[in-house]
C-alpha cells in the first residue's frame, strides 16, 4: 500500500501585523481626510476673500490711450465689519497664492496659528504682524508670519525663493493699506534662520546695529540679490517653518525693503492676479 503523505497546514497570517496594519490603514486614512477638509476649508476661506478685492474696469472712452496698468482696490469698509483685526492686504506677484488680509492681535502673537483672519478656528491660521510692531508698517522691519502649508497655501510659497532663479524673476511685495497706500517693496534675500534670533528684530539703535543686521542676513542667506542698503531702510520680515523634519525653530524668512509708497501700478515686467 502506499502511504499517504501528511497534509500541510495551511498557513494562517499573524493576527497581530494584520492588527497593526488595520490600524495603520485607519490612522493613514483619518489624517488623509484631515488634510482634504483642512484643503477644502482653506479654499472656502480664499474664494471668501477675493470677494473683496476689486479689479477697476478699463477706461475705453478714448480708444488711443494707452491701456494702464490693473492696481486692485479693496473693499476695506467689508473687511473692517467682519474683523476688526485686518491693518493690510498682501500680494506677491507671480507667487502662487500670496493674496490675503494681514491681521494683527494687540496682545496675542499666538492668536492667529489657529484662526483665520475673521477669528475664525482654522488650522491654517492667517498672515498675521507681529502684536510689538506698528499697524501702519512704518517701524524699521515689520514681521509678519504665516504658515508652511503643504498646499502652498498662506506663506506655503516662501520656501520657492530658496531658489535663486525664482528669486530673481519674483523680487516684488506688495502691502495694501486701509488708508489707501501702497507700499512696494524689494526682495533683499531668503535665509535660514532661528524663531526667536536677531532675524526678528524690529527696531535698531544705531545706523551701525541697521547695517550690523544687514550683514548677518546676507551671511544667513540662501539666496540673494544685490542691492543698495542703507541705515534708515523700512523693511518687512516674511516668515514662515522650515520644512518638514527640520528643528522645531527652524524658520524660513524673506527679507524685503521698501521701494516706493503710493505707487498707481506695478514695476515694469511683473504682473498680479486677483
Known sequence: MEEKSPK??????????????????????????QEIQKELSIREMEAD???????????????EAPEAETVNSFDWDGLLSESPYVIGWIQIPGSERVNY????????????????????????????LNRHNSSDFTDMNSVIYGHRMKSGSMFGTLKYY????????HPYVYIFTPEGR???????????????SDAYLMSFRTPEERMAYYDM???????????ELGPFDTTILLSTCGAAG???????????????IDVTGYPEGTETEA
Open 49 to 63: 476673500i477675493q470677494t473683496y478685492i476689486k479689479v477697476p474696469e478699463p477706461d475705453t472712452e478714448d480708444e
Open 8 to 33: 500541510k497546514k495551511k498557513k494562517r497570517g499573524n493576527p497581530l501585523l494584520l492588527f497593526i496594519f488595520l490600524v495603520s490603514l485607519t490612522v493613514c486614512g483619518y489624517f488623509l481626510v
Open 217 to 227: 542676513m546676507l551671511r544667513r542667506a540662501i539666496t540673494r540679490r544685490d542691492m
Open 182 to 196: 501702497q507700499l512696494t517693496y524689494e526682495i533683499i534675500c531668503c535665509a535660514h534662520v532661528s524663531d526667536g
Open 246 to 260: 527640520s528643528d522645531y525653530y527652524a524658520r524660513v524668512v524673506v527679507l524685503a525693503k521698501l521701494i516706493g
Open 162 to 169: 530658496e531658489d535663486q532663479a525664482y528669486l530673481d524673476e
Open 101 to 128: 488680509p494681514i491681521v494683527q492681535h494687540p496682545e496675542d502673537n499666538q492668536y492667529f496659528l489657529t484662526r483665520d483672519w475673521k477669528g475664525d478656528a482654522q488650522a491654517a491660521g492667517a498672515i498675521f
